[in-house]
């Protein structure tokens, strides 16, 4: 009997059913036909954030195979070890987070024949709890073809928490600095999932894009097409750790703030930027950069603290900003994004209106809706989450 790829004949199909459906789910005990195949995409690390939590940020591919529509009604994840269930998504979470074809703005709960989505998720443990070792993912769905419900379990990785993240110091020195479009929830990073060179990669996963708010709470003061008004334009850009320049790029004009342009060539999306080999297989992106301000080229060593450029509004960006992430690769887009940590930095509020506040007062100069930290928080070793206002050391 052969299978032909991406479908299942007559004879597997008889197969499938007998062997595989007792009582709605699959057996466990013994090799069977089922109607996904699910992976997890890269390596899963833990990370400390802010909110002293651990968080496990990944992505899990999830095909159907058969020759049915797979209605999907629950995911689980689940430490095998303890038998504890993590993370439990139902129907409406799933079709929040199940991107088809893994193309952000396609999110459904339904699987078409021969169809994959891509799972974007987040656990987060408890403050005390132990990081899992592994991870398997229980799932459950109806199958139009048999019309019957199917549970299996797939996806079964290992977890890191040995793995200890890159540690960095300041990327910026002064106070009121935002961390936006953060671990673990927001959209524009942690689902900027790409199609490179017939892999898909990932490398923005712990992005953030760093912003400064005045002493009023406002990002940008008086005209938002004018980059100068920004709390943030030109403010100097500091190396994290001693290490060597990998790449640069000093030539690529300030894009005008208020949209992101059109038609950039992918070579152009970070602007004017460096990468930076900081050790230990962690490289750190810094993009966006004025142009003429970089200051290092490839083969240059440099020292934590030492300016290599300032925060600028180059290459595909709307508003001036530092955008800075740590990937397992020199390229900063064809490379696996992996968690990092700052080691000293003081929490002093969080946006805890989300997203929409932070691009209305990045569009109107309206201050954000903060709720303050009081007092603030002087953490180490922790990586800050979405809409958190941090600062830096001088």
Known sequence: ??????????????????????????????????????????????????????????????????????????????????????????????????????????????????????????????????????????????????????????????????????VLGPPLSGSGFVAADGCCDSIRHVRALLPIDGRLELAQRFAIDWEQIDSEGRVVSGDPKTLENYVIFGKAVLAVDDGTVVSSRNDLPEQVPGALPAGLPLAEADGNYVVLDIGGGAYVLYAHMQPGSVTVKAGDNVTRGEILGRVGNSGNSQAPHLHLHVTEGPSPIASNGVPYIFDAFTLTAVDRAGTADFDKAEATGSALTLTKVDPPQALRNMLPLDLSVVDFGP
């Open 1 to 166: 009997m052969t299978l032909q790829p991406r479908r299942f004949g007559a004879i597997a199909f008889a197969l499938f059913t007998a062997l595989a459906i007792v009582h709605g789910r699959a057996r466990a005990a013994e090799p069977e036909l089922t109607p996904l195949t699910v992976e997890v995409l890269a390596p899963v690390t833990p990370v400390t954030g802010s909110d002293g939590q651990r968080h496990l940020v990944y992505e899990l591919k999830i095909e159907n195979v058969s020759g049915g529509e797979f209605n999907l009604k629950s995911i689980d994840v689940v430490d095998p070890k303890r038998d504890t269930v993590l993370l439990e998504l139902d129907r409406a979470e799933i079709a929040k987070r199940l991107a088809i074809g893994g193309s952000r703005g396609a999110e459904s709960a339904d699987l078409g024949p021969a169809q994959f989505g891509v799972l974007f998720v987040h656990v987060a443990i408890p403050r005390g709890e132990p990081a899992p070792a592994m991870l398997v993912h229980r799932i459950t769905g109806f199958f139009k073809k048999i019309n019957a419900d199917f549970t299996m379990t797939g996806g079964q990785t290992m977890s890191a928490p040995w793995r200890r993240p890159a």
